[in-house]
């Protein structure tokens, strides 16, 4: 079985990139007419239950994604190859670094949840999963991590491509994994270079102390870009110098 995926590009650095937990491969659209195709190929990818990998089901557990990015990898012939994960993705991106050793040639956590998990308190419980089915609960999450600065247009688009593309059920076991899964314990002084990308206005854990006190704990080259002008969701608030700072950063790797 493999997941739901685009490829993009023909370039000899193979790219896989994942999507958040609110939103499927459609929040990358707006980067594509600015890939650097000549030097990456970008496969992008839909976890199950979402987008183009909705009716495929599972357990929606770190496991079993960054099962499906190596069985993705393998079914392109990638021996070798970045990974991208958003948010909840970031998480799973370091459990593919943990379960594909030697094979990942950088990891790009892009407002991450670190392998460590992000707790919630019963109101926020109850919040995050209320989002599954009320659009009220859904927008206070996306406003929550922006700091409220996008326009009402964004919120609703994002919305709409939400109920469209998402299956509910795999929406909460997913949120599942993000606040409860911890694998943390078994990153030791990881090799795999790492970039954290942070958005200046994001929720309070995704900042850049936060990123100190985890990931940078586990990998011993992990570096943090800090964006002033964006919030959780850097491709669409900053799109052009986040996919540069990205870009620059897989171009250091390989270099």
Known sequence: MTVGHEIVGNGSEHVIVMHDWMSTRASYDGLLPFLDTDSFT?????????????????KHTAVEAAGDVIALADS???????????????????????????????????????????????????LFKGAATDDDKW?????????????????????????????????????????????????????????IIVGEHDFEAFTVDAMRETICLWYRSAKIELLSGSGHYPMAETPVYFLTVVENFMKSVAA
């Not at 919305?159 to 909460?172: G, H, I, N, W, Y």
């Open 42 to 58: 970008y496969a992008f990818m839909d976890h199950r239950g979402y987008g183009q990998s909705r009716d495929i089901a599972g």
């Open 76 to 126: 392109l012939g990638w021996e070798r190859f970045h990974v991208i994960g958003h948010s909840m993705s970031g998480m799973i991106a370091q459990r593919v670094s943990l379960d594909a050793p030697g094979r990942v040639s950088s990891l790009v956590a892009v407002t991450p949840v670190p392998a460590s998990g992000v707790p919630l308190d019963a109101d926020g419980e109850a």
């Open 139 to 195: 927008k206070t999450v996306a406003k929550m991590v922006t700091s409220e600065r996008l326009s009402e247009r964004w919120y609703d688009a994002k919305l709409q491509q939400f109920r469209k593309s998402v299956d509910p059920e795999a929406f909460l076991e997913f949120l599942q994994m993000w606040t409860q899964e911890d694998f943390s314990s078994q990153l030791k002084d990881v090799a795999t270079p790492v970039l």
